[in-house]
């Protein structure tokens, strides 16, 4: 009987440590990848920190172009055709610039 009841006051509080153990090593492993994350982050702030780089984002992700400059878009045959006719709602939706992605979430016209 008092071997028992040793057995079921030890038995409570090691499952009790062995769960908050097993939390302790979940919250580490999650903060180490939030501590990768803010040096990721850190450093594409120190990219984006140079004129440069922010003027080569500005002509590739936007299209933009300095004054005086004549842009062109080239499309191969068949772009237009396919871009339209395949591929799935999500495929569609990536492929249109992030701007009208972002203004159809804040309006709600988007799915």
């Known amino acids: 009987m008092v071997v028992c009841a040793l057995a079921l006051?030890?038995?409570v509080?090691?499952?009790t440590y062995l769960t908050q153990h097993a939390q302790?090593?979940?919250e580490l492993a999650q903060q180490a990848k939030l501590q990768q994350q803010a040096e990721q982050l850190e450093q594409?702030?120190?990219q984006l920190a140079d004129p440069a780089q922010i003027q080569a984002?500005?002509?590739?992700r936007l299209g933009m172009?300095?004054?005086g400059e004549t842009p062109y878009t080239v499309q191969l045959p068949g772009d237009g055709q396919q871009g339209g006719q395949h591929g799935s709602p999500q495929q569609q939706a990536s492929s249109r610039p992030w701007f009208d992605q972002l203004w159809d979430s804040i309006t709600g016209s988007g799915s």
């Open 9 to 11: 006051s030890i038995a």
């Open 13 to 15: 509080p090691l499952r």
């Open 24 to 26: 302790v090593q979940q």
């Open 44 to 46: 594409r702030k120190q």
């Open 57 to 60: 984002e500005a002509r590739s």
């Open 65 to 67: 172009v300095m004054p």
